[in-house]
T-cell receptor
């Protein structure tokens, strides 16, 4: 089975540019999550979706960040305008809703560097 | 929100040694996962263990939900076990909203 697929794997861009990160969850999974990992703050949940609907975006740091899930097989995380402090590894994860809670499966992450 | 503390923060083991990693959490949880982040940054799901004990090869985990802690045991450690081990909890009433601990960085030396 294909896992969670993220693209790009690495992104280097200049401050002020728009950045778009992409994620394809595991087929059949109902939940999709975006996380950010930094040395200072560790792994943080930014936002998650259930059946393509955003459920909790309280972790999104600022209005510069936005996330969408137009269909069950695709999500984007956008940063506009980007700043050097946004440099981090961004992970996408998905899970399946069931009678009991299901584990989350992570993509390989996007390493973002804002110069 | 819920607090998740892991200990020790750093650990160096000789290859072949055993170790126990601990995860304490401050509130009731629906579930708990252990992850291994390898040196390439990939997060690998080790255990999904809201309670009880599970084993997978040289690794096992025990969660005592009533006492709010979980333990990860690594036996006969290998250099490939190096990396950071995270526990992540979903607080009760926060469906799927997972909080990660700060991790234990493990280095296994030959």
């Amino acid at each position: 089975d294909a896992g969670v697929i993220q693209s790009p794997r690495h992104e280097v861009t200049e401050m002020g540019q728009e950045v778009t990160l992409r994620c394809k969850p595991i087929s059949g999974h109902d939940y999709l999550f975006w996380y950010r990992q930094t040395m200072m703050r560790g792994l943080e949940l930014l936002i998650y979706f259930n059946n393509n609907v955003p459920i909790d975006d309280s972790g999104m740091p600022e209005d510069r960040f936005s996330a969408k899930m137009p269909n069950a097989s695709f999500s984007t995380l956008k940063i506009q305008p980007s700043e050097p402090r946004d440099s981090a590894v961004y992970f996408c994860a998905s899970s399946r809703q069931g009678r009991s809670n299901q584990p989350q499966h992570f993509g390989d992450g996007t390493r973002l560097s804002i110069l | 929100g819920i607090q998740v503390e892991q200990s020790p923060p750093d650990l160096i083991l000789q290859e072949g040694a055993n170790s126990t990693l601990r995860c304490n959490f401050s509130d009731s949880v629906n579930n708990l996962q252990w992850f291994h982040q390898n040196p390439w940054g990939q997060l690998i799901n080790l255990f999904y263990i809201p309670s009880g004990t599970k084993q997978n090869g040289r690794l096992s985990a025990t969660t005592v939900a009533t006492e709010r802690y979980s333990l990860l045991y690594i036996s006969s450690s290998q250099t490939t076990d190096s990396g950071v081990y995270f526990c992540a909890v979903e607080p009760r009433g926060g469906y799927q909203k997972v909080t990660f601990g700060t991790g234990t960085k493990l280095q296994v030396i030959p």
